[in-house]
């Protein structure tokens, strides 16, 4: 079984300002773990993903996250807030076994105060 | 290049009728996924679409039903609704049910149920 832990449902910082989301993650194998941007009124969007390669991910918009096995998180960050990244984030756990059946965490609101 | 697209993307129905959602995959994708994403919470999987199989399902109901065409698109059809059903409907698209690379995602269909 897998699962995911956003804590934090709302986060707000100002523009400029560190951004740092938090995602925990349960999984029995070794896990793959993705951040998706969700935008108002739309679909889905790839920020990142881990694959078991470098633990340090880079992804778009300047965000990366890291991998750490021994506290089993993936938190994504980013060095300076901009306006445009108001949105919805999730973490997502998959692994060899469940294939691109991906298991969601519960989301964090990012709220970018000027 | 399109990318995945549903449709329709709003639609209001009552309690105990049925409901179609339709999806066609980003270009070259040959799976398909279904996900159900509540009001303010994180997506979970239907299930999956692979050469016309259901080949993962996650923890729905059998009112939950699903096919794919020869030309990779996909339906997801739900009977009997209930209040509960109401949600945001997310179609995703990959190369194969194994790949744990990025999943692209449509807009969505949004469904109401009164």
């Known amino acids: 079984a897998q699962s995911v832990t956003q804590l934090g449902s709302h986060v707000s910082v100002s523009e400029g300002a560190l951004v740092l989301l938090r995602c925990n993650y349960s999984s029995s194998v070794p896990p793959y773990l993705f951040w998706y941007v969700q935008y108002p009124n739309q679909g889905l969007q790839l920020l990142l993903k881990?694959?078991?390669?470098?633990?340090l991910v880079k992804g778009i918009n300047g965000f990366e996250a890291e991998f750490k096995k021994s506290e089993t998180s993936f938190h994504l960050t980013k060095p300076s807030a901009h306006m445009s990244d108001a949105a919805e984030y999730f973490c997502?756990?998959?692994?060899?076994?469940?294939?691109?059946?991906?298991?969601f965490g519960g989301g964090t609101r990012l709220m970018v105060k000027p | 290049d399109a990318g995945v697209t549903q449709s329709p993307t709003h639609l209001i129905k009552t309690r105990g009728q049925q409901v179609t959602l339709r999806c066609s995959p980003k270009s070259g994708h040959d799976t398909v996924s279904w996900y159900q994403q509540a009001l303010g919470q994180g997506p979970q999987f239907i299930f999956q679409?692979?050469?016309?199989?259901?080949?993962q399902r996650g923890n729905f109901p059998d009112r939950f039903s699903g096919h794919q065409f020869p030309n990779y698109s996909s339906e997801l059809n739900v009977n009997a609704l209930l209040l509960g059903d109401s949600a945001l409907y997310l179609c995703?698209?990959?190369?194969?049910?194994?790949?744990?690379?990025?999943?692209?995602f449509g807009e969505g269909s949004r469904l109401t149920v009164l």
């Open positions: 881990y694959t078991s390669a470098a633990t």
């Open positions: 679409y692979y050469e016309e199989e259901e080949r």
């Open positions: 995703a698209s990959s190369s194969g049910p194994a790949n744990t690379g990025e999943l692209f």
């Open positions: 997502a756990v998959t692994n060899n076994n469940a294939g691109n059946m991906l298991t």
